[in-house]
T-cell receptor
Framework: DTGVSQDPRHKITKRGQNVTFRCDPI?????LYWYRQTLGQGPEFLTY????????KSRLLSDRFSAERPKGSFSTLEIQRTEQGDSAMYLC????????????FGQGTRLTVV | AQSVTQLDSHVSVSEGTPVLLRCNYS??????LFWYVQHPNKGLQLLLK??????LVKGINGFEAEFKKSETSFHLTKPSAHMSDAAEYFC?????????????FGTGTSLTVIP
């Protein structure tokens, strides 16, 4: 068990470009969450998957944001036409419904839009 | 709806003195409650969790928290602060781990430990 891993750890992009982040959850975890954290704030919920189904989306998740978990394992978060306000740390977490666990977080992807 | 209020954005204590980080929650259900710690440039790490078992929960690094339903509180304590405890602490509530709903974070408390 290597924990939740996220790639890349850092991303700098120009405004208007598209970016995609990847999250690999802990292997036996069927639940996967995406959060966004800005400086000095707590993580804010973006979306949640149970297996491959996206069960909940925050109103924070504008139509420029899309998340997928096609095989119920890894997940991707894509941001289209990035804006400076998208600059943040994007956190992925996973948990196990069977074991009734808390959320285990990855190290995050820090996005800077210039 | 679920929410968490961390009553102090910053707490400063001297090394060796007690730590108290306050958290109040709001939940429509029987909540699960957590404390996470975030050191600079590190990921979020679970300190402890309450999931409807014993109301006094012991966590890692000497931290404890007590679930008080009548006060809707889940304050985090440690008898004696260590320099390595300096970090950001988040109180988190979830409806129930069974439902798998999202985890709601407080805005965080920054703990400073003075040598």
């Amino acid at each position: 068990d290597t924990g939740v891993s996220q790639d890349p750890r850092h991303k700098i992009t120009k405004r208007g470009q598209n970016v995609t982040f990847r999250c690999d959850p802990i292997s036996e975890h069927n639940r996967l969450y995406w959060y966004r954290q800005t400086l000095g704030q707590g993580p804010e919920f973006l979306t949640y998957f149970q297996n491959e189904a996206q069960l909940e989306k925050s109103r924070l998740l504008s139509d420029r944001f899309s998340a997928e978990r096609p095989k119920g394992s890894f997940s991707t978060l894509e941001i289209q036409r990035t804006e400076q306000g998208d600059s943040a740390m994007y956190l992925c977490a996973s948990s196990s419904q069977l074991r009734n666990t808390e959320a285990f977080f990855g190290q995050g992807t820090r996005l800077t839009v210039v | 709806a679920q929410s968490v209020t961390q009553l102090d954005s910053h707490v400063s204590v001297s090394e060796g003195t007690p730590v108290l980080l306050r958290c109040n929650y709001s939940s429509s259900y029987s909540p699960s409650l957590f404390w996470y710690v975030q050191h600079p440039n590190k990921g979020l790490q679970l300190l402890l969790k309450y999931t409807s078992a014993a109301t006094l929960v012991k966590g890692i690094n000497g931290f404890e928290a007590e679930f008080k339903k009548s006060e809707t509180s889940f304050h985090l304590t440690k008898p004696s602060a260590h320099m390595s405890d300096a970090a950001e602490y988040f109180c988190v509530v979830s409806d129930s781990l069974n439902t798998g709903n999202q985890f709601y974070f407080g805005t965080g408390t920054s703990l400073t430990v003075i040598p």
